[in-house]
């Protein structure tokens, strides 16, 4: 499934409601900013919170100290009475994408998925112009994933919940408990040619920025893309370790301009730095460079 991804590293939660970090968002550095409609807002406050979008979504799109503005996206609600008017008022407020919570299938994408698009047209949008991220939260949902990710061509990314699908399956939120769904979500994700969001294992303490980075290094080496984070002190960390450091980019530059030529001398294998480099080796450099450029 071929379709335009944006180009997410990090993505930081932002409970609409809150005015100091509504206004702060756009200096943190993240490649999107999630605005919150969904767990960070208590239920008496969801319509109000929901009022709020119109005002926020623009704020927080505001070029940084960078010189760019993030991509906004909204995370609504699970149940239909509220997320139906959750994407009413995040597509009239112009935001670019939408997190669907605690999806059940393929059925239950493209029934939402069709709301969208009369949203967008309500709001003078293209048709199909709004993303989606999809969140996988209950043992029933885990082996729909593959379904999930190709129900819509809005599906840009999936993420597995770790804190509810370890309810869901009666565990404790530990890396061992969610390892392997967490894995079957990157499989799928990057399956049907979507971004696989997240990181293996679990951050119960967000002071630990020493251990959130090597969690971040070892999920970037399994296939993870981007993360979200709920703390502004974990935005630059993602960027760094789910981004192309100038070094990687530099060898990856070497590595691809090696192979060109032992390919134009009729060799398919060649010696680089110290290691047998072949097609499919060349392919992730040249996969480095692509995001590099973006």
């Known amino acids: 499934m071929t379709r335009s991804l944006p180009n ?14 509504v206004a702060k968002a756009h200096t943190r550095g993240a490649d999107a900013i999630i605005l919150d409609l969904e767990d960070a807002i208590a239920p008496g406050e969801k319509a109000a919170a929901r009022a709020l979008l119109a005002a926020a979504v623009p704020r927080v799109r505001q070029p940084g100290a960078d010189g760019r503005g993030a991509d906004v996206v909204v995370r609504v ?10 994407i009413d008022a995040a597509v009239a407020a112009g935001a670019d994408g939408l997190i669907l919570t605690k ?34 939260e209950t ?6 994933m593959d379904a999930i990710c190709r129900a819509s061509k809005r599906m840009v990314a ?30 799928a ?33 399994l296939g993870y893309a981007c993360a979200s984070c709920v703390h502004p002190s974990q935005v630059a960390i993602i960027n760094e370790e789910y981004g192309e450091a100038p070094e990687a980019v530099a060898r990856a530059e070497r590595m691809v301009a090696a192979f060109n ?34």
């Open 8 to 21: 997410w590293r990090s993505l930081l939660y932002v409970p609409t409601n809150r005015e100091s970090f």
């Open 77 to 86: 609600n699970r149940a239909l009475r509220l997320a139906v008017p959750d």
């Open 103 to 136: 999806l059940m299938g393929a059925d239950h994408v493209r029934l939402l998925d069709e709301h969208i698009t009369e949203a967008e047209a309500l709001a003078g949008r293209p048709a199909g112009s709004v993303w989606v991220i999809g969140l996988v």
């Open 139 to 144: 043992a029933e949902a885990i082996p729909q």
């Open 158 to 187: 999936l993420g597995v919940g770790g804190e509810d699908l370890a309810t869901d399956l009666g565990a404790e939120a530990t890396p061992d408990a969610l390892d392997l769904p967490k894995r079957l979500g990157i499989i």
């Open 189 to 221: 994700a990057r399956g049907a040619g979507i971004l696989p969001t997240g990181f293996i294992g679990t951050v119960a303490d967000i002071t630990d920025l020493d251990g959130y980075r090597k969690i971040l290094r070892r999920s970037k080496a």
């Open 261 to 294: 030529e032992a390919i134009a001398r009729g060799v398919g294998a060649v010696s680089f730095e110290g290691q047998m480099i072949d097609e499919p080796v060349v392919a992730r450099a040249r996969q480095v460079l692509v995001r590099a450029r973006r």
